[in-house]
């Protein structure tokens, strides 16, 4: 399925492909965008919904030029509105993005997004082809989803109550909690409640 956004005047190219394997296998689905750089909100927001709807799926691979340089995916920060607002899309959807060092103009660009762990493999940055600046990349989609081995816990937020969590978090007096603390302490104080509450 093809789709073109002609939201603004600033249309955001995208393309969907559902990749079906032998029976009883999952369905894949591929997202191809280019974003440019000057794109509106009410754009990016009708893009968002649609980064949201294949994210849904059991297996998504979303790649291309979203023209956010100013995300440090290292740090999980961006620097500008518009980009910290794609950088809240790619958390809500709990993305992860697979590309390390792809960069053009010191800024990484060409991006690599799933929302299974071990869904893409074998990342192999070429180059570029021809005189465009767009870095190639070559990936594998792993049929099987290779079973990620941590001793770290992950927790299932898609699966959380967070009108229990609100609550929780509503109940306790701050006021009493934090009164005379230093900024190190109030913080110490607020994560042991955040993550008993999360508990």
């Known amino acids: 399925m093809e789709l073109h956004l002609g939201v603004g005047g600033n249309p955001t190219d995208t393309l969907w492909v559902s990749i079906k394997g032998r029976a009883g296998t999952r369905v894949t689905i591929v997202g191809v965008c280019y974003r ?9 927001e009708a893009l968002y919904r649609q980064i949201g709807a294949g994210s849904r799926s059991q297996a998504l691979v979303l790649m291309g030029d979203f023209s956010h340089p100013h995300i440090y995916w290292r740090d999980d920060i961006a620097g500008y509105k518009q980009s910290r607002r ?6 809500d959807n709990f993305l992860l993005q697979v590309i390390e060092n792809s960069k053009r103009k010191g800024a990484m660009l060409d991006l690599v997004l799933t929302n299974k762990e071990g869904l893409v493999g074998n990342v192999k940055l070429k180059g570029s082809l021809g005189c465009n600046d767009h870095e190639m990349v070559e990936f594998k989609i792993l049929r099987a989803v290779r079973r990620a081995h941590s001793k770290l816990t992950a927790l299932d937020f898609r699966r959380a109550d967070f009108g229990l969590f609100r609550d929780l978090l509503g109940s306790v007096p701050w006021d009493k909690a934090l009164e005379g603390r230093g900024a190190q302490e109030s913080w110490l104080v607020f994560k042991d409640h955040l993550l008993q509450a999360q508990e």
């Open 36 to 44: 440019p750089l000057n794109q509106d909100d009410r754009a990016d």
């Open 86 to 91: 794609f950088l809240e899309c790619v958390d």
